[in-house]
């Protein structure tokens, strides 16, 4: 029995090394030009979930909507305990915005039934909208926690957590099934287990080994290729190492919802801001202050 938590982590650009051929024209990211990390709020979430199952019993699902490459980040989860792990990948979900992405997150979340916790990250360093949680919470109809900082008790089917709001500390109480997002105060996310490591290492999803087969077999013909794919699928899922794969068919995903058509943000320019000093007023908290506030937001447009 236990909760079956399922753990939402997205593998990002390192943003920490962004060189100029990083951004498109079009002001998407060119994610061929930057190396690859597990998005760090992610790994907090993930810890979380371990945590809770430890303590309460139960499952670890992890999910990560992404290219072929974001395998990388569902083995790190293995090898850091999640008990299964997904990939839901289709060229028909490239370009989601917020909107699209916590769509065709949560037909994988249905998909999966009998689901206690979702947990998110706070926000991702690419997108960096902190969007996909609350929305994810909504298309699910789920409550939603944001910002935990502590699980304090589970009792049954209510979760009482410790959430940082900026000045202070909110204690709230939530039924479940609820949608957590977890900021990277909350723990000290667990490495990986050697053992783990030597355990999981060759496992792969099966878009990886089409990939390896192309390269290893470059003359044979497709159906050659396949009879490949498919034995070394076979001897994987007789050792537990076959990662699952899902595509939007596999979660009965609207394609109106998903990718480019589902998707109403346009990123119209990316600009490198650097906050100076001299950029920064203090705005005093009097009826004066505000009304200074109120006046310059009005004449710079922001308002009005
Ligand atoms: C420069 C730039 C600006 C952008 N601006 C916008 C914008 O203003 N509005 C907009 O709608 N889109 C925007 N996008 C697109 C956005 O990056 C994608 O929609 C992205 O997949 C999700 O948004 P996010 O990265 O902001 O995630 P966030 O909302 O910051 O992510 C929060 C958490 O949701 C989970 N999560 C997010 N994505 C995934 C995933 N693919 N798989 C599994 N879990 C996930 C993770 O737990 C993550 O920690 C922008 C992209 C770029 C590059």
Redesign the pocket.
Known sequence: MGYHCV??????PDTANVTGEA?RED???NRAALPTIF?P??LH?LETALDLRDRFGGTVTV????PPK?SDVLRDCIFRGADRAIL?TDRRAAA???????Y??SQAVRKLKDVDFV??????????????????AEKLGYPQVTYLEELLGLSDKTARIRRNVGNGWEIVEVDLPVLV?VLDTANEPRPAAARRVMKHKKARTRIELEAAAKNALPDASADEREAEIERQAETLRSRGLMLEQWNLDDIDADLEWCGLSG???K?HR?QSIVLTKEGYTEIPPTEEGLRQLIRELVVDHTLG
Not at 7 to 12: A, D, E, G, L
Not at 119 to 130: E, K, L, P, S, Y
């Open positions: 753990v939402c982590v997205k593998q990002v951004m002001g998407t990211v998005n709020e992610d979430a999910l990560t909507m992404g974001a839901l989601s915005d917020t909107l699209a992405t916590s065709i997150l947990f998110c990250g706070r926000q991702a360093i690419d997108g960096d909208t902190a969007q996909v949680g609350p929305q994810l997002t998707s109403p943000t990123v990316v």
